[in-house]
Nanobody, 122 residues
Framework: VQLQAYGGGLVQAGGSLRLSCVAS????????MAWFRQGPGKKREFVAG????????YYSDSGKGRFNISRDNAKNTVYLQMSSLEPEDTAVYYC????????????????WGQGTLVTVSS
């Protein structure tokens, strides 16, 4: 199983970025997918999640209203559209896949991508 995340980069505060995560080696349409992030000196935290069908999505309080998670099961890809970015959003962003009932706890996720760095300058 491989999750390949990309799309990170340097952006000014108030800007937007779209992250993508392409999965291989698993039946993507049967997995719940999520994005987590880990900022400097912080523990990994949940950002957004999508049930396997894409019909139900979840967001952290910090992401609600600014971030949008979506998935294309035909392309084995999950996206995170981020807008109104703030310096506090600076982190390595990870995609993750879970075969369990949806849960925001990182331990419930079976597979992780390598992470993509998002840096927001003020």
């Amino acid at each position: 199983v491989q999750l390949q995340a990309y799309g990170g980069g340097l952006v000014q505060a108030g800007g937007s970025l779209r992250l993508s995560c392409v999965a291989s080696g698993l039946t993507f349409s049967t997995y719940n997918m999520a994005w987590f992030r880990q900022g400097p000196g912080k523990k990994r935290e949940f950002v957004a999640g999508s049930r396997w069908s894409g019909g139900k999505t979840y967001y952290s309080d910090s992401g609600k209203g600014r971030f949008n998670i979506s998935r294309d099961n035909a392309k084995n890809t999950v996206y995170l559209q981020m807008s109104s970015l703030e310096p506090e959003d600076t982190a390595v962003y990870y995609c993750a896949a879970s075969s369990m009932y949806f849960n925001t706890d990182p331990v419930s996720f079976d597979y992780w991508g390598q992470g993509t760095l998002v840096t927001v300058s003020s």
